[in-house]
């Protein structure tokens, strides 16, 4: 039996923790392929619409477990309260999804969790990343777009931090963080609590940038953690920013090898601010 499936081996055990919809099905298996490159371990995959057939699929892999989403009322509150907000530009994507990886963190059943978005690959050095909880929680840098990143003024009325700190930093982006549970308890409830605020208050849902990435940083700033956020950009490097040939970026079985060669001191790759390939 896997940590994954047993409560009493969940405070020993470790993995990386994702969501996949349909749309982003092949995402989900190249992550996989390049977490069992780096370092073996558990992938836990919360399915946002997967179809039957992918999700067959998918646990029919060694070391990916595909699990329904918590039952937690906050989900249900964030699919209400955003029916009526203005739809994405990506007709497919729904805009509820953007707000609950804390809540998925949180159901998480193990001890350390590294979050990654099914967009990004692993290059290497994941055993490295896990070693870095050892001394806190783990945040990465928002580099594609870091001029857009901070929260609205209005949020920091609405929801007032009582410590001294800059509103425009940290720059961070939510696709790679690392938690570990019971330790960082108040850190991942600090970054629920503007999510659940957004839920219910249309007015903190608008001054909150970025959905889910917009409440970390709140939480952030809130409990003085901008220190444990990485100053290298080779944890969360935009594909955009690689400086890779276009031909280096074709998607098939080849990807993760030419970019561990391209990039050898990147350790994750992202599709961020990038369409992903395979769509």
Same mark, same amino acid.
């Given at each position: ?135 806190? $929680? %783990?945040?990465?840098?928002? #580099?594609?777009?870091?001029? +857009? &990143?901070? @929260?609205?003024?209005? /949020?920091? *009325? =609405? ?78 490097? $935009? %594909?955009?920013?690689?400086? #890779?040939?276009?031909?280096? +970026? &074709?998607? @098939?079985?080849?990807? /993760?090898? *030419? =970019? ?20």
């Amino acid at each position: 039996m896997s940590a994954l499936a047993d409560p009493d081996r969940a405070s020993e055990s470790r993995a990386v923790v994702t969501a996949c919809d349909a749309n982003y099905f092949q995402g989900l298996l190249a992550l996989h392929a390049s977490v069992q490159a780096s370092a073996p371990c558990p992938v836990l995959c919360y399915d946002l619409g997967l179809t039957a057939p992918q999700r067959a699929q998918a646990e029919r892999r060694p070391n990916l477990s595909v699990a329904d989403l918590p039952a937690d009322p906050l989900i249900e509150e964030l699919i209400d309260a955003t029916r009526e907000d203005a739809p994405l530009a990506k007709s497919d994507k729904r805009l509820w999804p953007l707000w609950i990886c804390p809540l998925l963190i949180r159901a998480a059943p193990l001890r350390d969790v590294v979050w990654l978005d099914c967009d990004l690959l692993v290059l290497r050095g994941l055993d490295e990343l896990f070693a870095l909880l050892d001394t806190g $929680p %783990v945040f990465t840098p928002e #580099l594609h777009a870091p001029e +857009l &990143t901070p @929260n609205h003024p209005e /949020l920091y *009325r =609405l929801m007032p931090i009582r410590r001294e700190f800059d509103q425009l930093l940290p720059v961070v982006n939510a696709g790679v963080s690392g938690w570990r549970h019971g330790r960082d308890d108040a850190a991942l409830a600090a970054y629920i609590l503007p999510v659940a605020t957004a839920a219910r208050d249309r007015a903190v849902r608008d001054a909150i940038a970025w959905w889910d990435q917009g409440a970390l940083i709140w939480a952030i700033q809130s409990l003085g953690l901008e220190h444990r956020v990485l100053s290298s950009p080779a944890w969360n490097l $935009p %594909v955009a920013q690689a400086d #890779l040939a276009p031909e280096a +970026l &074709t998607w @098939n079985d080849g990807l /993760l090898a *030419r =970019l561990q060669a391209a990039l050898p001191a990147v350790r994750i790759v992202h599709w961020n601010g990038r369409p992903a390939p395979w769509t």
